[in-house]
């Protein structure tokens, strides 16, 4: 079954420490994405990678941060440097469909900050 | 200003009869997509139809079908004979082909609620 996985499903953190949450896709799809949602509103970007190797900044990076060495995995770190990092994070993958690119989510990471 | 506008924070609907969510949005890129997404309160985001800037036609997937006007800027989703497990939240999303290229935008989601 192709797919895209999160892991974990939860996280809970100390402030002060980083975190890293995991996203694999088996899709083959050479784009991946991280997504940070807050309660009631929509999607704001925080990172993308077109491919493997590169990866460029969203509109919220600051205290975040990626690496892409593999097609089929796109860790983010959540930094001690994110001053409110207690959110519901997805990421997603794409593949080009007519004129653009649609992409596809996995289950989602909620992490809290204790 | 903002790319795509849901002016429904909150929807309800009779279950069996149809509605429409509504979705504008803003761009000077003559190529785009635009797309809209169901997110249940699992959290997952599921693609539910997507619409080209230069398709003459409406798309259509089952029950949902997206009313495209392009001169108004406007890519309402419709749902047809709604069901229980279509309440959820429903975001509007558009994707630049040159502008931001590699980017979407999302909507800030209407949330649809289908009463028995």
């Known amino acids: 079954d192709g797919g895209i996985t999160q892991s974990p499903k939860y996280l809970f953190r100390k402030e002060g420490q980083n975190v890293t949450l995991s996203c694999e896709q088996n899709l083959n799809h050479d784009a991946m994405y991280w997504y940070r949602q807050d309660p009631g509103q929509g999607l704001r970007l925080i990172y993308y990678s077109q491919i493997v190797n590169d990866f460029q900044k969203g509109d919220i990076a600051e205290g975040y941060s990626v690496s892409r060495e593999k097609k089929e995995s796109f860790p983010l770190t959540v930094t001690s440097a994110q001053k409110n990092p207690t959110a519901f994070y997805l990421c997603?993958?794409?593949?080009?469909?007519?004129?653009?690119?649609?992409?596809?989510f996995g289950p989602g990471t909620r992490l809290t900050v204790l | 200003a903002q790319k795509i506008t849901q002016t429904q924070p909150g929807m309800f609907v009779q279950e069996k009869e149809a509605v429409t969510l509504d979705c504008t949005y803003d761009?000077?890129?003559?190529?785009?997509?635009l797309f809209w997404y169901k997110q249940p309160s699992s959290g997952e985001m599921i693609f539910l139809i997507y619409?080209?800037?230069?398709?003459?036609q409406n798309a259509t997937e089952g029950r949902y079908s997206l009313n495209f006007q392009k001169a108004r800027k406007s890519a309402n989703l419709v749902i047809s004979a709604s069901q229980l497990g279509d309440s959820a939240m429903y975001f509007c999303a558009m994707r630049e082909t040159y502008t931001n290229a590699g980017k979407s935008t999302f909507g800030d989601g209407t949330t649809l609620t289908v009463k028995p």
């Open positions: 761009t000077s890129d003559p190529s785009y997509g």
């Open positions: 997603a993958s794409s593949i080009r469909q007519g004129l653009t690119d649609t992409q596809y």
């Open positions: 619409q080209g800037s230069y398709d003459q």
